[in-house]
């Protein structure tokens, strides 16, 4: 029988038909299966189990579902298997980079530094979790770019997980003159702090004297507000302050230098003198340009 022969043959027509059977059946199945345990490990554990579980189930499906077409093909396992080893062994060596990836990927899913959907930062870069695959973590920043980190680099390097609580403390620097009233500016911060819409009253506010600075002295308003929240209260209470010291007339002071003639408080007096006779002259004169003859 030649080939045309045997395609047209009953007994490979049968074939193709179990075989299109079989693709029909198991993988929408198996795509059910998939979303199934997804969402029940979501549901029950967290997003990122609920990735890990969907993919597991995916690829094994998927292993079965080629072996047994396999098997439909006559096609015997035992020299692939060989060769796979061998090939294995190849990229092995060839692939260290991927296999440190992998295993770096193993410790993260063990570790659970960060989940699915917690806000990170990594390297300067600060984004969304998207995924944690195998190889890399997919994240998504505020300004709506995808970044792919590699899991060996997670691992070397100093993740700060944003959302890991559910509280987060704000740290404002607040400089006033050194003619102010401490007492009177703690009691307004405090006042701004308690009137605030994103301040949480417990923790309570508190005010932190920092340091006597060139031209101020500084001080440290932290306040404690819900995850969600760390951004509006970052953005209101600074410029609730603000309006608060314009209101109160406490003054923010800007970066200036004293100059003082021996005295302690007293500073060196400054006076303009008006030129005299020959410099009034001289100060009238205009200048010579670069281009004037005899320069």
């Known amino acids: 029988m030649d080939t045309f022969d045997y395609l047209i043959s009953p007994d490979f027509l049968a074939l193709l038909a179990r075989l299109a059977l079989l693709l029909a059946v198991s993988l ?8 199934s345990a997804r969402a029940f490990c979501s549901r029950k554990y967290s997003p990122h189990y609920g990735m890990l579980a969907g993919k597991v189930v995916w690829y094994t499906g ?36 991927s296999v440190s ?24 870069q600060t984004g969304i979790v998207l995924s944690i695959d195998v190889l890399s973590v997919k994240l998504r920043t505020f300004d709506n770019q995808f970044v792919r980190i590699p899991n060996e680099t997670i691992i070397k390097t100093e993740v700060i997980n944003l959302t890991r609580f559910p509280i987060r403390r704000f740290s404002a ?4 003159a050194y003619k102010e009233d401490i007492g009177r500016v703690r009691d307004v911060l405090m006042d701004v702090a308690e009137k605030n819409d994103f301040a949480l009253s417990e923790p309570e506010p508190h005010i932190l004297f920092d340091t006597f600075g060139a031209s101020s002295i500084d001080l440290f308003l932290r306040v404690w507000a819900p995850s969600e ?3 509006l209260l970052r953005n209101s209470i600074q410029e609730e302050v603000k309006a608060r010291f314009d209101e109160e ?8 230098v004293s100059l003082y003639s021996g005295a302690a408080t007293r500073a060196l007096p400054i006076q303009l003198v008006q030129p005299q006779g020959n410099d009034a002259e001289e100060a009238g004169r205009p200048r010579p340009t670069p281009s004037d003859p005899g320069d």
Not at 28 to 35: G, K, N, S, V, W
């Open 62 to 97: 998927l292993t079965l579902i080629a072996i047994t077409v396999m098997s439909q093909l006559g096609i015997s396992l035992a020299p692939m298997l060989g060769a796979a080893g061998i090939v294995g062994i190849a990229l092995g060596f060839a692939s260290q980079t």
């Open 229 to 231: 929240d760390y951004l």
């Open 173 to 176: 620097k607040v400089s006033v």
């Open 249 to 256: 007339g406490i003054e923010i002071p800007f970066p200036h």
């Open 101 to 124: 990836n992998i295993i770096s990927g193993m410790f993260l899913i063990a570790e659970q530094p960060f989940k699915v959907d917690d806000i990170i930062t990594v390297n300067n």
């Open 28 to 35: 929408p199945a198996l795509a059910l299966i998939r979303r």
